[in-house]
Antibody
Framework: DVQLVESGGGLVQPGGSLRLSCAAS????????MDWVRQAPGKGLEWVGR??????????EYAASVKGRFTVSRDDSENSLYLQMNSLKTEDTAVYYC?????????WGQGTLVTVSS | DIQMTQSPSSLSASVGDRVTITCRAS??????LAWFQQKPGKAPKSLIY???TLQSGVPSKFSGSGSGTDFTLTISSLQPEDFATYYC?????????FGGGTKVEIK
């Protein structure tokens, strides 16, 4: 079975940094595109960014709201996806989900909560 | 960016009802449209991709239709486990964008 397990969330001050991780299992991680999607408390879903696979040079895409501050990366040898978040703002407070993409999102992790507050 | 507009934003329905949710794209997206279900406190679940293809394991009471700019999600006979919030998403172009959600509540 496909499993995606996020970790690394927590409380951080505005302007700070945090690195989220997603451990993947149950499928050939290196073949797949992977995304991060977030959800602010009581709000809807917002796509954050994408990592394409090795065949597509691990290229990335980002939402305008995080471009230049967040970086999506992956380690296929560890079956892991990462989200490096810098210059965090209070509006980045959300549950962050790691998702697998086959045509589009087909599996979601359970999410990890990031709270940006002083 | 492509804007996705869902209607209604919420609805009340009874067990056994047929429910239809609409999603409209601000420009044509062919059939690059997905639907997701989210229950309170849980991660979303993928239901449909390519506007009308069910993800593996999704019951056939869910169906999707549409192409271009107008899409619908239909639940043929609402059951207690279907009360949730439903989101559409376009994946025609970056940034990927979601609709605002439709909350389906018990009447």
């Amino acid at each position: 079975d496909v499993q995606l397990v996020e970790s690394g969330g927590g409380l951080v001050q505005p302007g700070g940094s945090l690195r989220l991780s997603c451990a993947a299992s149950g499928f050939t991680f290196s073949d797949n595109y992977m995304d991060w999607v977030r959800q602010a408390p009581g709000k809807g879903l917002e796509w954050v960014g994408r990592s394409r696979n090795k065949a597509n040079s691990y290229s990335t895409e980002y939402a305008a709201s995080v471009k230049g501050r967040f970086t999506v990366s992956r380690d296929d040898s560890e079956n892991s996806l990462y989200l490096q978040m810098n210059s965090l703002k209070t509006e980045d407070t959300a549950v962050y989900y790691c998702t697998r993409t086959v045509r589009t999102t087909d599996h979601w992790g359970q999410g990890t909560l990031v709270t940006v507050s002083s | 960016d492509i804007q996705m507009t869902q209607s209604p934003s919420s609805l009340s329905a009874s067990v056994g009802d047929r429910v239809t949710i609409t999603c409209r794209a601000s420009q044509g997206i062919d059939n690059y449209l997905a639907w997701f279900q989210q229950k309170p406190g849980k991660a979303p679940k993928s239901l449909i991709y390519s506007a009308s293809t069910l993800q593996s394991g999704v019951p056939s009471k869910f169906s999707g239709s549409g192409s271009g700019t107008d899409f619908t999600l239909t639940i043929s006979s609402l059951q207690p486990e279907d009360f949730a919030t439903y989101y559409c998403q376009q994946y025609k172009s970056y940034p990927l964008t979601f609709g605002g959600g439709t909350k389906v509540e018990i009447k």
